[in-house]
């Protein structure tokens, strides 16, 4: 059974740094795409960066410059390394792993993890 265990969400000052870790275990694949989202209540869930395996990256306009993802394969590890947070960068932040595979394509979530910009 595939696992996702993220961490290092919490609360920050705006202008303040944190960095997000999802670790993934279980998996008979390869990771192929390793990627973060964010949600707020009441708002759809919405992409904040994704990565693959090759290292290339994709993020949203309102975090390029800011955000940094990351990953290291070995460890099937993501990291979200977030600088100049806002407060409209709360939300709670899920980690997405996906696999293409012959039996089509597999994607899991992580429990989510609560960012929280105090301004």
């Known amino acids: 059974q595939v696992q996702l265990v993220e961490s290092g969400g919490g609360l920050v000052q705006a202008g303040g740094s944190l960095r997000l870790s999802c670790a993934t275990s279980?998996?008979?694949?390869?990771?192929?795409?390793m990627g973060w989202y964010r949600q707020v209540p009441g708002k759809q869930r919405e992409l904040v960066a994704t990565?693959?395996?090759?290292?290339?990256?994709n993020y949203a306009d309102s975090v390029k410059g800011r955000f940094t993802i990351s990953r290291d394969n070995a460890k099937n590890t993501v990291y979200l390394q977030m600088n100049s947070l806002k407060s409209e960068d709360t939300a709670v932040y899920y980690c997405?792993?996906?696999?293409?595979?012959?039996?089509?394509?597999?994607?899991?979530w992580g429990q989510g993890t609560l960012v929280t910009v105090s301004s």
């Open positions: 990565i693959t395996s090759s290292g290339r990256t």
């Open positions: 279980g998996s008979r694949f390869s990771i192929d795409v």
């Open positions: 997405n792993v996906r696999s293409d595979t012959v039996r089509g394509l597999l994607a899991y």
